[in-house]
C-alpha cells in the first residue's frame, strides 16, 4: 500500500511555526527539533534518536552531514542528510549549550522513540 504524500510548508509556515516555538517554554529546543523536521526533511523517530556523534566531525564541530546510523532509519537502511544554513547555525548554538563533548553517543534532545507494538509511535520528551 503505497502511502500519502506529506505536504510541505510554505516558508510563511515554517515562519510562524518557528515564532511560536521562540515564545513556548522549551522553545529552543522544540525549535530545532522542528527544523531538523523541516528543513533536513527527519522523521520522529530519526529526531528522537539522532545522537552528536552522527552530527559531529572528528574535530568536535558540527558538520555539513548527518550521518544517521541504520538503527535510526526507516528500514535500518542508514542515511546522510545535508545540513541546511539555519538548521547549522540552530545545532551549533544547541552544541554549545550542551555536554556533547564528554558523551558524543547521547542522544541530544533526552528523548526516546516508543512503540507500542500496536503501529502507535511517538517521541516521549523528558520534561527539563
Given at each position: 500500500?503505497?502511502?500519502?504524500q506529506a505536504k510541505v510548508l510554505t516558508a510563511t509556515?515554517?515562519?510562524?511555526?518557528?515564532?511560536?516555538?521562540?515564545?513556548?517554554?522549551?522553545?529552543?529546543?522544540?525549535?530545532?527539533?522542528?527544523?531538523?523536521?523541516?528543513?533536513?526533511?527527519?522523521?520522529?523517530?530519526?529526531?528522537?534518536?539522532?545522537?552528536?556523534?552522527?552530527?559531529?566531525?572528528?574535530?568536535?564541530?558540527?558538520?555539513?552531514?548527518?550521518?544517521?546510523?541504520?538503527?535510526?532509519?526507516?528500514?535500518?537502511?542508514?542515511?546522510?542528510?545535508?545540513?541546511?544554513?539555519?538548521l547549522r547555525s540552530a545545532l551549533v548554538e544547541l552544541?554549545?549549550?550542551?555536554?556533547?563533548?564528554?558523551?558524543?553517543?547521547?542522544?541530544?534532545?533526552?528523548?526516546?522513540?516508543?512503540?507500542?507494538?500496536?503501529?502507535?509511535?511517538?517521541?516521549?520528551?523528558?520534561?527539563?
Open positions: 500500500m503505497a502511502g500519502k509556515q515554517i515562519s510562524t511555526v518557528l515564532l511560536h516555538l521562540g515564545s513556548t517554554r522549551h522553545g529552543f529546543r522544540d525549535r530545532v527539533m522542528f527544523l531538523l523536521s523541516a528543513k533536513a526533511g527527519m522523521r520522529a523517530k530519526e529526531i528522537a534518536m539522532i545522537t552528536w556523534s552522527m552530527l559531529l566531525t572528528a574535530t568536535g564541530e558540527v558538520g555539513d552531514m548527518i550521518h544517521l546510523e541504520d538503527k535510526a532509519t526507516k528500514r535500518s537502511s542508514g542515511r546522510s542528510i545535508p545540513i541546511n544554513r539555519e552544541h554549545g549549550q550542551g555536554n556533547s563533548q564528554s558523551r558524543p553517543s547521547r542522544n541530544f534532545f533526552g528523548t526516546r522513540y516508543r512503540d507500542d507494538g500496536e503501529h502507535r509511535r511517538r517521541v516521549v520528551l523528558p520534561p527539563l
